[in-house]
């Protein structure tokens, strides 16, 4: 069989409208580039929707196995307690989720970090304002 | 004149290490990569070094010019009101560090953003993670 892969997107979510912005355009930017994939973005506070949403609007997509990214700079309190603990997933970042009344499995990928794509970013940031 | 650019890479902070860590890995990715420019990081929460010692160690550089450029995924209040307050940036983001005795300008960068860099880089996480 082969495999529809959703990715749910989460960002951190503010009061503020950035973090909303950047992270549905990030998805929106991976949406364009893999049409193989359903992408839904959800936030862990203040921006909506909330993750359960965010899960929800699976629905009727048919994915096969979903990838849950923290599209966080950094790991964190949220990375390392609260989105394992909303998912409701094992030690080793799988759980499951139920969409459409079946079992779907779920996968736990890890933030951005240090990586020299960041860095030659900011370094750009930095050309961009000299 | 050729400009000496300093860089100050501004990061959240946090209790946990992760934050200082990346931060520090990127600024490094960028020492590397640019050994023409001189890079310091700062944080604004909990890590260390603050932004003050790390603006203090660009002594004895002979930096000419510094951009400040938060090391953040999106902007939001640290980036809109209190990094600006803390560097006494000017409305059009300008401003000026006194480093041994001398005013060196400041201007100031923006954050990651939403950039295809980001979503590559996100989708790259997925796959790790599949």
Redesign the interface.
Known sequence: MTEK?G?L?IGHG?K?P??K???T??AA??AE??IDVVIRAGFMENSEPALGEAIAAFSGTGVT?V?A?P???????HI?EDIPAILNLDEN?CGCLSIDGKEVPL?????????????????R??E???
């Open positions: 892969i990715i997107a503010s503020l950035y973090n912005e950047v992270v355009q990030i930017y991976i580039k893999h196995k990838a990214v599209v966080f700079l950094t790991s964190g309190l390392e970042g996968c736990y990928a890890k933030p951005l970090g240090a990586d020299e794509l960041i860095a030659d970013l900011v370094y940031r930095v961009e304002a000299l």
